[in-house]
């Protein structure tokens, strides 16, 4: 089982072979990256690219890792003891099954991906070490064990947002999704935008990596807002000569989709003033 990209996502050789190294070695691959390089999109293009089902776990700063394996409905429970009209003790019907049992429970290999796990609580990946790695866990109320019919390709992401515990980093293959190149968002565009010309989308992508690589720029655009800008130039049908006149106002046309805090906006405001001056 080997993932070699799909045509509407751009992959690198070593992001290639960390997929796979990760699927041949059965373990967790931790994907980290600025925001917008694609993370959570490579999850669900390596289901794709295998044929595989993608289960996807969303992480919010209240999730706890227990839900990812089941969480037991006592409140129902109680309400039905106290109607008298239900049968209690078939306490399976209390249990809600997690992301991480329909991964388990699935007559097919999955694709489990782990979203973003740097929100949720310091503790939340020691939580799960045990679980992802002997694939089963104990259903305290039930006195079950689940065990994985099917070992899922584990995709893990994180916005490194707060440092992982050791002992997870251990269990997992790493990679590092950097910002892509100038050539290789060229073909990522042209992935999206297959019939885009090439001279618009080269003066496109120059204003970009002018604005991505501003000094003091508190935050840089990422590749998902590189693509929205390009998606509203083709929208606005604008020409080689609209995006040559805004190069010359620092800011180019549409610039709300790649610049969003008052302070960048600021910055090339001042940027502006300073090349007037120095006119």
């Known amino acids: 089982m080997k993932f070699s990209g799909t045509k509407n996502y751009i992959t690198t050789q070593d992001l290639m072979v960390a997929v796979n190294a ?3 070695l059965e373990k967790p ?3 980290k990256g600025e925001p917008g390089t694609g993370k959570t999109e490579l999850a669900r ?3 794709q690219g295998l044929g595989l089902k993608i289960i996807e776990w969303n992480i919010k700063s209240t999730t706890k890792a227990q839900q990812g ?3 037991f409905d006592a409140i129902n429970r109680l309400r039905d003891s106290q ?3 239900c049968d209690i003790d078939n306490l399976n019907k209390y249990v809600i099954k997690g992301k991480i049992w329909k991964s388990f429970e699935s007559s097919k290999k999955t694709v ?6 740097d929100k949720a609580d310091i503790e939340f990946p020691n939580d799960l070490l045990q679980e992802i790695d002997k694939m089963e866990f104990f259903v305290y109320e039930t006195g079950e064990y689940v065990k994985a019919k099917h070992r899922p390709i584990v995709i893990i992401t994180s916005n490194n947002e707060k440092e992982l515990p050791e002992a997870f980093l251990r269990r997992c293959f790493f990679h590092y999704i950097r910002f892509p190149d100038f050539e290789t968002l060229k073909k990522i565009v042209q992935a999206h935008h297959p019939n885009i010309k090439k001279s618009l989308l080269d003066s496109a992508l120059k204003n970009f990596f002018t604005i ?3 000094p003091g720029l508190k935050k840089k655009p990422s590749t998902s807002e590189a693509l929205d800008w390009i998606k509203l130039l083709l929208a606005d049908d604008l020409n080689l000569e609209d995006i040559k006149k805004s190069g010359k106002n620092i800011l180019p046309k549409l610039y709300g989709a790649l610049i969003k805090n008052e302070q960048d906006i600021e910055l090339f405001e001042q940027l502006a003033f300073l090349s007037r001056g120095e006119s």
């Open 22 to 24: 990760s699927i041949e």
């Open 29 to 31: 691959l931790l994907i």
């Open 45 to 47: 293009q390596i289901a």
């Open 69 to 71: 394996l089941y969480e």
């Open 83 to 85: 109607l008298k009209s």
């Open 112 to 117: 489990l991906l782990i979203d973003e796990i």
């Open 212 to 214: 991505r690589e501003t």
